[in-house]
């Protein structure tokens, strides 16, 4: 195995692929993974390459969201990875935490969260108030910037942020630029308030 390969681990396949779309896929779309390299009726490897990992999302874009655009399937594949991160080991740990942190700690995090899940990728904050932020991804690990957005705002939403919603404003083929904004949520408690730490998602 050369060192410098780019590795998305199991917990990330099995956050998507097996917690969030396992109920969803056709026969054909597991077919056509396994064809791609990510057999579901087997065990997971530790890790698939990132080239593979494009080719299973853009698989389960076109089977569980068929007809849909692109951009508006890759963005609820974002959203269904945070969920389904959360239903996992490691997620359920991450995300109890989110649940009191609140928006703007939330993401100062990110950028250790993001590196949890492969063995290459940076997050950058550029800039961050209580209710907006600008994010530099270096690798928004697919072919086009919107699954960065869906489990971006899928996180803030976890995190109490009211009406989240994140945009690209500059993308490379690999790496983007976001612009976050969000509101205050109603039930968000006052800072340094600790809420009793509670599972998300049953």
């Known amino acids: ?23 969803y896929l056709t026969r054909d779309g597991r077919q056509k993974l396994k064809a791609a390299g990510l057999n579901l009726s087997e065990p997971l ?13 853009d698989v389960a ?3 569980v969201f068929p007809g849909q655009p692109l ?3 890759y963005l609820e594949l974002g959203a269904r990875y945070l969920k389904g991160f959360q239903q ?22 990110v950028p250790y969260n993001l590196r949890a899940g492969n063995n290459f990728n940076e ?8 209710q907006d932020a600008t994010l530099w991804v270096k690798d928004v690990l697919a072919d086009n910037p919107f ?22 404003i500059a993308f490379d083929g690999t790496a983007a630029t ?22 998300l998602y049953g």
């Open 1 to 23: 195995m050369v060192p410098s390969e780019k590795q998305i681990f199991a917990q990330s396949v099995e956050a998507l692929f097996v917690r969030a779309l396992g109920p």
């Open 147 to 168: 699954f960065a957005c869906g489990f971006l705002a899928e996180t803030l939403r976890a995190s109490g942020a009211g009406s989240p919603e994140v945009k690209p």
């Open 123 to 130: 997050v950058r904050v550029e800039e961050l108030t209580q």
């Open 71 to 73: 951009e508006a399937a």
């Open 88 to 109: 996992t080991s490691v997620g359920r740990a991450s995300m109890q935490l989110v649940t009191h942190l609140g928006p703007k700690k939330t993401l100062e995090r």
């Open 178 to 199: 976001y612009r976050l904004t969000w509101s205050q949520a109603k039930s968000q408690r006052p800072a340094g308030t600790l809420a009793p730490v509670r599972r």
């Open 45 to 57: 490897r530790p890790h698939y390459g990132l080239e593979q990992w494009r080719l299973f999302l």
């Open 61 to 63: 874009a076109k089977d």
